[in-house]
């Protein structure tokens, strides 16, 4: 059974750095760019960073020299190194393969992602 689970977030003060983690059970990453997206309240999911099967990366402009992606094929494992954190960050985080979604039954399968809130 194919699941996504996302780790790392949580509170933390403007400026701040956290450290996203994302792993998955029935699906290898090794064969896929994969990415991460986020989703802020009341507003639509959206690219966040992308990294390729050779490593290369790129990054909305909005998180561009800030935020970095990294994979670790060896353990199945997609991160996501957040510095400088503002207030407009506050979103849930989410993985997932890209451009083509994991899918399940023929439909686009996310997981459940992961809080991070940048507030003083």
């Known amino acids: 059974q194919v699941q996504l689970v996302e780790s790392g977030g949580g509170l933390v003060q403007p400026g701040g750095s956290l450290r996203l983690s994302c792993a998955a059970s029935?699906?290898?990453?090794?064969?896929?760019?994969m990415a991460w997206f986020r989703e802020a309240p009341g507003k639509q999911r959206e690219w966040v960073a992308l990294?390729?099967?050779?490593?290369?990366?790129s990054y909305a402009d909005s998180v561009k020299g800030r935020f970095t992606i990294s994979r670790d094929d060896t353990k199945n494992a997609v991160y996501l190194q957040m510095n400088g954190l503002k207030p407009e960050d506050t979103s849930v985080y989410y993985c997932?393969?890209?451009?083509?979604?994991?899918?399940?039954?023929?439909?686009?399968?996310w997981g459940k992602g992961t809080l991070v809130t940048v507030s003083s």
């Open positions: 029935g699906i290898i990453f090794r064969p896929f760019a």
């Open positions: 997932n393969k890209f451009p083509q979604k994991v899918q399940v039954n023929g439909m686009d399968y």
């Open positions: 990294i390729t099967i050779g490593g290369r990366t």
